[in-house]
């Protein structure tokens, strides 16, 4: 019995490990603009947490790159691309970044600039970083058995690999795996594109054409074996009109592989015991320093320093979408309560003027910070007491869950990732924040009135919610599960 025992010992540490390889064009802290850097910055280390999978992430060399890391970077190797009728040099590069190990691809000539996106040249720049990252799988060291690609930057890949490399030798049984992050980004070009950038033949048309246009996201929603995004709420919702910006149908028509998988948030950035930037620390079994938070945040604001008034704040890009239109409909109302109001972004000029004209109506209460900041948005999570996010539209949203880690009670609007990852209160004995389903002012009001209902008259019971609020799991272990199941799936 022993001896068979340790046989099964033996062969169970012979077993390869299944192998994932990201593809993005921004990991958090090499490069990011947002959401996708963080969940790369993240959901790989969970993975890797994981028995029996190793995750890596490759991703462009950008002229952006921490320069205290390069000296980290070992070079792997360096070889040609052909993309239509250029060809193009590609050097690798790798370095390890806690349990991860991450890959760039390095062309100074699409790569080396001042920001990530939003260049003329984009398609060229991310069907290179989709083509070399293809090219290079033999030479990684390191054979995937699934890709798992991201938004329309690396939706190339698995269009790609369908139609040129999926039968020749050293890249076959490949998976691939495309996450939309955003639907409404989905890499639109013109027809005549297709052979003289993207190296497509005119017969392969259909597998990339969306409305007699190329949609990279719709080829990739067709070709890979698995699609994912990053709720379920998400997952559902795109399948309308509503939200599927064009691609509804197309989504549908793959319903059989669309998954919804909810995003963690990076526990120990959004941390109040430890985060340097709040001015003072707390837990969930000692919350004291939150009070001295919210005083320290009304005195660096001019706000007059109360502890029995509630702090509502709102940190957003500073667009439509977000539910700008309906917080200014309900403004006014929500002014006129005993309450102050704390806003962190910059976007619309419009709504950028609109608030620096509600501070100057309403300087004894309300501050607006036109601005992006980091440090001073971990103060106002952490010394707010409700934090407003009434989206119209969500894939999956971060701040809610900050908040919750800081024990700011949001109030969201059933959509997305929104309706995934909060709870309503209703009288305050469960849930973790507040919900409402339609969008509008009205039914914002009824929230926001909810919420201080139970701040101002049942202490208790505000403080069981906030105790909930801040235990809540938004950690990255639950959402690498279910990835590994799909993992798991796909591979056997």
Not at 179 to 184: D, S
Not at 208 to 230: C, P, R, S
Not at 408 to 420: F, H, Q, Y
Not at 473 to 489: L, P, T
Request: charged residues 25%; glycine residues 8%; contains cysteine.
């Amino acid at each position: 019995m022993a001896a068979k025992k340790q046989a099964t010992k033996k062969t169970e540490a012979k077993t390869p490990k299944k192998k994932i390889l990201f593809v993005a064009s921004e990991a958090f802290p090499f490069a990011g603009t947002g959401g996708l850097g963080e969940v790369m910055g993240s959901l790989p280390k969970a993975i890797n947490d994981s028995e029996g999978y190793e995750a890596r992430v490759i991703l462009p060399l950008y002229g952006s790159f921490p320069e205290k890391r390069r000296r980290d970077l070992q070079f792997v190797c360096w070889t040609s691309v052909e993309l239509s009728w250029r060809r193009q040099y590609c050097g690798l590069f790798k370095i390890q970044e806690g349990n991860t190990v991450y890959y760039f691809i390095d062309n100074e000539y699409y790569f080396k600039r001042d920001k990530l996106y939003g260049y003329d040249d984009d398609g060229e720049r991310f069907a290179f970083f989709s083509k070399a990252v293809i090219d290079l799988i033999p030479r990684l060291d390191y054979m995937p058995d699934v890709l798992h690609c991201n938004d329309w930057q690396t939706a190339l890949v698995p269009i790609y690999y369908k139609l040129f490399y999926m039968y020749v030798d050293g890249f076959t049984n490949i998976k691939t795996v495309y996450t939309i992050h955003n639907i409404e980004y989905q890499g639109w070009y013109n027809r005549s594109m297709i052979g003289d950038v993207f190296g497509i033949p005119e017969h392969e048309f259909g597998s990339i054409e969306h409305f007699g246009e190329i949609n990279l996201m719709k080829g990739a929603i067709d070709y890979a074996d698995m699609v994912t995004t990053v709720s379920p709420t998400y997952a559902k919702e795109i399948l309308t009109q509503e939200y599927g910006h064009t691609l509804d149908w197309d989504l549908n028509r793959n319903a059989h592989k669309l998954r919804g998988i909810l995003n963690g948030v990076n526990t120990q950035s959004y941390n109040p015991e430890k985060n340097p930037a709040m001015y003072a620390h707390y837990s969930v079994k000692d919350k004291s320093g939150k009070a001295v938070c919210k005083a320290e945040l009304q005195k660096m604001l001019g706000l007059p320093v109360r502890s029995d008034v509630p702090i509502i704040a709102m940190i957003t890009r500073l667009a439509s979408h977000k539910g700008l239109d309906i917080v200014k409909a309900a403004m006014q109302d929500m002014l006129a309560k005993d309450i102050q109001f704390v806003l962190l972004g910059t976007g619309d000029s419009d709504y950028e003027n609109y608030f620096r004209w509600l501070q100057d109506a309403y300087n004894d209460k309300l501050r607006a910070v036109i601005t992006f900041n980091t440090d001073l948005s971990h103060k106002i999570y952490s010394g707010a007491d409700i934090f407003l996010m009434p989206s119209k539209s969500e894939p999956c949203g971060l701040s809610q869950m900050m908040a919750c880690r800081y024990g700011t009670i949001p109030i969201v609007r059933e959509t997305g990732g929104l309706m995934d990852s909060i709870t309503d209160a209703y009288n305050g004995d469960f849930g973790n924040g507040y919900k409402f389903a339609r969008y509008d002012a009205g039914d914002l009001l009824n929230a926001v009135d909810r919420a201080l209902g139970l701040y101002n008259y049942y202490p208790e019971k505000w403080r069981g919610l906030v105790d909930r609020a801040m235990r809540t799991d938004f950690s990255w272990n639950s959402s690498a599960k279910e990835y590994i199941a799909m993992y798991n799936e796909l591979i056997g």
